[in-house]
């Protein structure tokens, strides 16, 4: 406890920035040595900004003073019989009377429940105050007070110890020895001695303690449905996932990519992260410096999500050459900080993120803290699943509905069979799926590939001795040698123009977000609607290369006419009969989207330009990031600065003059042969997703992605439907076979994923429910071990 | 990065009531450390550690999560994958022990079902405070078909043991599993080579021919 003297000293320089919540804010901003949380009185600090945050500070005694008398009240009330058990037995009631309203039994009940509460304040971190049987008395009666108060937080959830000891400690550290401040005549200092009585620092405690929770307690939030009901609507599990698949995806694609792909369910780690503000991730002093400046700035929790992505933004390098254990691990033991930047500073990041809620804002980060920037993330296509919005509710709805769009990658594996879709990575045109391709090493092996492929087609042209090679790969028709550089270029042609569809969207989304949402909902739902139909579109065209697209003029460079007349009418396919491209829910809007007149109209553009390059992304800009301007704005438009951010707009210019009828069919250009794709010999069907899915392994296909997977006009998706086993079942094949095979197979590799593999695959659980949560997993595995394998 | 080497990759759970000692089970297996006043889990914790059973190199993955999470946010992924469970109770505590059929409950209704569970008594270094008969115990495993052992990882009693049974019979099993299935996915493999690499055709195709093998293997 501290001396009088010390205490006022600490008080004045509490208050020497001025006695408002503003200026408090401000000071805490500079979290040096002389933060009025650090060199003056941090409880008081706390309580200014979590409990009299609107009220002057003339007020706050008063308030302290209603506070305390209620609380002792509520006390004397729920603890009377547990404080004294003698009361208890001097009443004339029965103990054993099969009353469930008798005091006996509530003073049972409230005794499991102190039992249940203790055995984890007894098991508090090794700060020795924590220990002291007082301290420890105290913090079991507050949460105990907590929960008989709050019975609809669904009583004492682990966790909740370890987020009101901090603020135990606080609060005592400040009170002031009383013995001393009775004997002073100066009322100013007696109003002191008041606000810091040793005597109230349990209710002063609970009181911050029950305002934290306010909030908090949704991290602990239980439903009390069915169990199932419970685990899908659970919103530590829903708020993890939005973290991981909302907010990161937005942010930092690559690592939200990386992170799915090894598996690593976000709330693993986000459940201690969250559940205690941190508490366990750093060192006692830094946490409370950080609990500052989230008390300060953030005083309901609602940058918690985005101080959660600044966290793995941090480590992202190192996330993202690790596998699943090593993430895990990095999470679940968060390397600390190296000052200057320690951990308030990722509130500072999450205020930020806040305003510049893309992947500009995430390179900003990144590279303000590793000096490195991600390759080409600030070129990132928004897919419908990243449309930004500020609503989070709208935002989760559009992701759900859209959800049959994303997974690009589950057809790598195809793509790498035709030399189409090599080209199609290539060239750049879908910047979406090379960017995943370039996170997962895909693109470097296709270029080494493609290096190779072209070597060997110019040796074809040499020694024209082996043509089966060129026919393998390109079918039937004709010679080798000039099929190839034709087919190249026309798929070069293709890219470019569907890279110009993209980016068309991309403008219009980008416009969509600069308008700031205002006026009519209806209008913004179906510009996104249709900017998600036309990504779908370029998506199962990129997945099809044999999807001719709507045609405009091009140079006659056809002249071996590969395709074929049912060709020509390609395009009509791609745009009526959508169903049969996309399927999942999206697929009705899709519909509905280009239907319309003008939507159909718009869904399609063609560049007249010559293919262009992928736009660079732009210089990082570290001075761009500057937190200061907005100290006391709370509720910013998360897309404020979109305009300036948006490194594809000037591309836009180039590909929004020129627009096509869909319906017009195309002159007989643009696709390849209309052979099945070139390695699938009627002789040996190559295994593919669309087998897998028919096989009896088919149950390890996640619904949605196995779904969308599966688009790009293939009827499989008929016969997954079937062949699926009924939830909760034992799962088609087995889960044993399963395991076991994989195991088999993995000993054979060397491979740095197998451990992934094996955990996947290691016995999985066929209910229904941890299917849900697999979310992506066996298209991934199977679609891209291979690659990386030769990357 | 992992990248030792091992055969096989096994995940274990530990379950069972709030402070029965899972997470001192896990760090006295892991890291031969025991922690008297360990913080209670929050959320799931997990550590491994490699063994040898019968030539091969096992790498146990442990999982370890908070008593009170029964029925909580992780039930799924945390079961998912797990080829063996340690089912903990207290020695001292017979609540602990009655609990253990609830735990059960929830193993069969969340975890596969070939798991291999072993019944743990933990604290036996609580001579003096026993609450459940080392009989009781027995007999139950016996009773419901799980092994079963008595621990003290406060002594480092028997908890490699433990740990070592489940996963050696997991090896057992998947021995002889993998036998049979790395003999067929050979010959399979065989055949798809021959399907597709024709040395004739040289450096052509290598890389469609890598990529289907290799997806081959995943699908069959």
């Known amino acids: 406890m501290r001396s009088l003297t010390d205490t006022k000293s600490r008080w004045e320089e509490t208050f020497r920035a001025g006695a408002g919540i503003a200026d408090l804010q401000r000071a805490v901003k500079f979290n040096g040595p002389n933060s009025p949380c650090a060199a003056g009185l941090r409880s008081v600090c706390w309580k200014a900004f979590l409990l009299w945050r609107n009220a002057p500070s003339e007020l706050w005694p008063e308030l302290a003073r209603e506070a305390r008398a209620s609380y002792s009240a509520l006390c004397d009330q729920h603890l009377r019989f547990i404080r004294h058990p003698e009361q208890l037995a001097a009443l004339t009631i029965d103990p054993l009377a099969d009353d469930p309203d008798s005091p006996w039994d509530t003073v049972r009940k409230d005794e499991t429940v102190r039992a249940e509460i203790l055995q984890d304040v007894s098991r508090l971190p090794d700060e020795p105050f924590y220990h002291e049987a007082p301290v420890q008395t105290m913090i079991l009666d507050i949460l105990f007070m907590y929960c008989k108060l709050n019975p ?59 305002k934290v929770m306010e909030s908090a307690s949704t991290f602990y939030e239980v439903d009390n449905g069915t169990e199932l009901e419970a685990q899908q609507r659970n919103t530590i599990v829903e708020r993890s996932k939005y973290i991981h698949e909302v907010a990161l995806m937005k942010i930092d694609e690559e690592l939200a990519v990386h992170l799915r792909n090894i598996e690593v369910l976000p709330q693993i780690f986000l459940i201690r992260w969250i559940r205690l503000l941190f508490g366990r991730e750093f060192e006692f002093g830094e946490l409370l410096t950080l609990w500052d400046t989230i008390f300060a700035y953030d005083p309901t929790l609602e940058l918690m999500d985005l101080i959660c992505v600044a966290m793995l933004l941090r480590i992202r390098w190192t996330l993202l050459e690790a596998d699943y254990s090593v993430a895990l691990q990095s999470m679940l033991k968060y390397p600390a900080p190296p000052p200057p930047h320690g951990p308030h500073t990722f ?108 070597r060997n087609v110019q040796g074809l042209q040499e020694t024209r001795s082996t043509p089966n090679g060129g026919r ?66 370029v998506k199962a065209c990129l997945e099809d290369p ?34 049969v491209v996309m399927t999942s829910s999206a697929v009705d809007e899709t519909r509905t989207a280009l239907s319309t007149p003008e939507s159909a109209k718009a869904s399609i553009a063609s560049p007249k330009k010559e293919p262009q390059p992928m736009p660079l992304p732009p210089a990082n800009q570290p001075d761009e990031m500057d937190t200061d301007d907005h100290d006391e704005e709370d509720t910013l438009p998360p897309l404020k600065s979109e305009i300036t951010h948006s490194p594809s707009r000037p591309l836009s210019l180039s590909s929004s003059s020129s627009q096509v009828i869909p319906d017009s069919p195309p002159p ?78 993995q000993r054979k590799r060397a491979n740095p994923n197998r451990e992934r593999n094996a955990f996947l695959f290691g016995e999985v659980t066929a209910d229904g429910v941890s299917g849900g949560e697999a979310a992506l997993s066996a298209d991934q595995i199977f679609g891209l071990q291979p690659i990386r394998r030769g990357g | 990065m992992a990248n030792d080497e091992y055969d096989f990759l096994f995940k274990v759970v530990l379950i069972g009531d709030s402070g029965v000692g899972k997470s001192n089970l896990l760090s006295r297996f892991t890291r031969n450390e025991f922690n008297l006043d360990s913080k209670s889990t929050i959320g799931v914790e997990f550590a491994t550690r490699s063994i040898q ?52 409950k929830e193993l069969q209704g969340h975890a596969d079902s070939n798991i291999v569970i072993m019944l743990v008594g933990n604290k036996t270094d609580q001579r003096h405070l026993r609450a459940v008969p080392t009989e009781d115990g027995k007999n139950f495993a016996s009773e419901n078909g799980l092994s079963f052992i008595e621990t003290s990882a406060l002594e480092a009693t028997n908890v490699d043991l433990a740990f070592q049974n489940i996963l050696t019979s997991n090896t057992l099993r998947r021995t002889a599993i993998y036998q049979i299935v790395s003999s067929k996915s050979l010959a399979e493999e065989g055949a798809d080579v021959g399907k597709k690499f024709d040395p004739r055709e040289g450096n052509n195709i290598s890389l469609s021919q890598e990529g289907s093998k290799e997806e081959s293997k995943g699908c069959c």
């Not at chain 1, 600030?378 to 997974?407: D, E, H, I, M, W």
């Not at chain 1, 006009?713 to 088609?732: E, K, L, T, Y």
């Not at chain 2, 091969?56 to 080829?83: C, F, H, L, N, P």
């Open chain 1, 347 to 454: 509130v500072d990041d999450a205020m930020y993120l806040r305003d510049h809620f893309d992947a500009d804002g995430g390179v900003t980060l990144i590279f303000k803290y590793t000096g490195k920037s991600p390759a080409s993330t600030s070129a990132t296509t928004p897919t419908p699943s990243r449309v930004p919005t500020p609503s989070f509710q709208k935002f989760n709805s559009l992701r759900q509905r859209t959800l049959g769009a994303r997974a690009p990658l589950s057809t790598s594996a195809r793509i790498l069979q035709q030399p189409g879709g090599v080209e199609a990575l290539l060239q750049g045109a879908a910047k979406n799926m090379i960017q995943r391709g370039e996170k997962l090493g895909i693109n470097q092996a296709v270029r080494d590939a493609m290096g190779e492929f072209r």
């Open chain 1, 152 to 210: 609809s937080v669904g009583g004492y959830r682990q966790g909740m110890h370890e987020l009101l000891a901090p603020i135990v400690w606080v609060v005592a550290q400040d009170a002031v020895d009383r013995a001393t401040a009775i004997s002073t005549d100066d009322p100013a200092e007696t109003l002191m001695a008041e606000m810091l009585d040793p005597a109230f620092v349990e209710h002063d405690a609970f009181a911050l303690f029950s």
């Open chain 2, 53 to 104: 059973i019968d030539n091969k190199t096992i790498k146990a993955q442990i999982w370890d999560t908070a008593g009170q999470e029964r029925y909580r946010a992780i039930t799924s992924a945390y079961y998912r994958g797990a080829v063996g469970a340690l089912l903990v109770y207290d020695i001292s505590k017979s609540l602990s022990f009655e609990n253990v059929t609830r735990w059960l």
């Open chain 1, 668 to 745: 007989s250009t643009t696709t390849t042969t209309q052979q099945p794709t070139p390695l699938q010999r009627p002789t040996g069907p190559i295994p593919t997703r669309s087998t897998l899915a028919q096989s009896s392994f088919a149950w390890m296909l996640e619904p949605d992605t196995a779904i969308s997977s599966l688009a790009g006009g293939r009827p499989h998706s008929v016969s997954f439907s079937s062949v699926r086993p009924p939830i909760g079942g034992g799962g088609g094949g087995g889960p044993g076979g399963g395991g076991d095979y994989s195991t088999a197979q």
């Open chain 1, 472 to 537: 393998s790969l390109f079918g039937e028709a004709g010679p080798p040698t000039p099929d190839l550089s034709l087919t190249i270029t026309l798929m070069e042609r293709r890219n470019s123009r569907l890279a110009a569809m993209l980016d068309e969207s991309v403008s219009s989304l980008k416009l969509l977000a600069t308008s700031g949402l205002e006026g009519e909902k209806e209008q913004h739902i179906e510009a996104v609607e249709i900017a998600a139909a036309k990504v779908q579109f």
């Open chain 1, 546 to 579: 044999t999807l001719a697209l709507p045609e405009e003029e091009l140079p006659p460079i056809n002249t071996l006419a590969i395709s074929s007349p049912t060709e020509v009418s390609a395009p009509t396919v791609a745009l009526d009969t959508t169903p």
